[in-house]
């Protein structure tokens, strides 16, 4: 599969919303329901923010949501703080036999 | 809580075989919902999933590495393990265990840095 297409970089001031965009095709992004992101500091694991496309896991903040249409599906971080910036990966369930597909990442600063 | 703990050597020569354990805590690895995967970060790149094992057996890979990849579980142990065999530099990388979804990967391990070379 080849990995999905997100922004290298995204940019934002404190308070301010940001919307990272994932574009896959109609075989991962646009087939399923499946769509992950997750966030990742300087040096440590990936975190997940957001599941099932929309689903926020418990103590992730609402500041942090997702969408899906068509092939591409979205996550949006509103009143942005100085602690969200960090890269941002999305991934998609691409059907039997893989457990998922990556986007290629994007670096939020917070200005 | 559960956590995943990766183990392993740090440093692989090219061509030899790189092995890495990852230590389930918390709950069991015998779960029916959930798979146990491997995904690996090159240094300032962006994260590849390897692999995924379910406590029974069953295992998906991925296309571009299946020839040289396996993953393995002990659930006497709580452990899934990861095997890549003849490694390049270009498999140098930060390699994580997770606990699988349908496509989300949560939590995840510390990760643990491999590097090729001689």
């Known amino acids: 599969q080849s990995a999905l297409t997100q922004p290298r970089s995204v940019s934002g001031s404190p308070g301010q919303s940001v919307t990272i965009s994932c574009t896959g095709t109609s075989s991962d992004v646009g087939g399923y329901n499946y769509v992950s992101w997750y966030q990742q500091h300087p040096g440590k694991a990936p975190k997940l923010m957001i599941h099932?496309?929309?689903k926020r896991p418990s103590g992730v903040p609402d500041r942090f949501s997702g969408s899906k249409s068509g092939n591409t599906a979205s996550l949006t971080i509103s009143g942005l703080q100085a602690e969200d910036e960090a890269d941002y990966y999305c991934?998609?369930?691409?059907?039997?036999?893989?457990?998922?597909?990556f986007g290629g990442g994007t670096k939020l600063t917070v200005l | 809580q559960l956590q995943l703990q990766e183990s392993g050597p740090g440093l692989v020569k090219p061509s030899e075989t790189l092995s890495l354990t990852c230590t389930v805590s918390g709950d069991s690895i015998r779960s029916i919902s959930y798979y146990w995967g491997w995904i690996r970060q090159p240094p300032g790149k962006g994260l590849e999933w390897i692999g995924s094992?379910?406590?029974?057996?069953?295992?998906y890979y991925n296309a571009s590495l299946r020839s040289r990849v396996t993953v393995s579980v002990d659930t006497s142990r709580n452990q899934f393990s990861l095997k890549l065999t003849f490694v390049t530099a270009a498999d140098t990388a930060i390699y994580y265990c997770?606990?699988?979804?349908?496509?989300?990967?949560?939590?995840w391990g510390q990760g643990s840095l491999v590097t090729v070379s001689a």
């Open positions: 099932d496309v929309s």
């Open positions: 997770a606990r699988v979804g349908y496509s989300s990967f949560d939590p």
């Open positions: 991934c998609s369930y691409a059907g039997s036999y893989t457990s998922g597909v």
């Open positions: 094992i379910h406590f029974s057996g069953s295992t």
